[in-house]
């Protein structure tokens, strides 16, 4: 799952996703104070889309060049409120506390010894601010189900919050019905949902 998958998932169609901010992220951001958000693996950038309309200045990233030309190209009436950038947070890192709410929606972020990429977008939630992981709930997947990838090999929203510290408190931990049907050809029913808040 690297930068040429991705872009060549994109360029296979003219459209991959529907265009709707996934149901996990408005159940969850509606009646936050907007602020400075990090939208990780924005996609085509609906999530992006809709929090910039919601007040929120955002940085919306992807590893996918067609991606983000594609939304860039759809968000126009928000051009001034979203920053598209192309950038692999495996790699580099976002700004260390710059941002109130870091939103990682269906993110596959591959485990590491150290867990280097994952402290990395831990350290750019300001203090005070949001920590939202959302990720397939793989519980009862067969291999082929799963795409043959490892589920063990990513991290899982429970996986995270077992590595929270004590600066932070979880606010919510849990598996839930998706709020939309799965899309074609999956076979997901359940999503696993982190919101954390970093104290200081």
Sequence with gaps: MDVRFWEEMYRSRDQVFSGAPNGVLVTEVTG???GQALDVGCGEGADAVWLARQGWQVTA????RTA?????AAATDVAGRVA???ADVT???PPAGAFDLVSAQYVPLRHQPDHTALHGLLKAVAPGGTLLFVGHDLAGLSPQQGHGF???DYYQPGDIAGLLGGDWVVVINESRPRTVPAPAGTHHTHD???RARRLR
């Design 32 to 34: 936050l104070p907007p």
């Design 91 to 93: 790699v580099t890192p």
């Design 84 to 86: 598209w950038a192309c």
């Design 61 to 64: 990233v992807d590893v996918s």
């Design 68 to 72: 983000l030309e594609r939304a860039a």
């Design 192 to 194: 696993t949902v982190l």
């Design 150 to 152: 490892d589920p063990g």
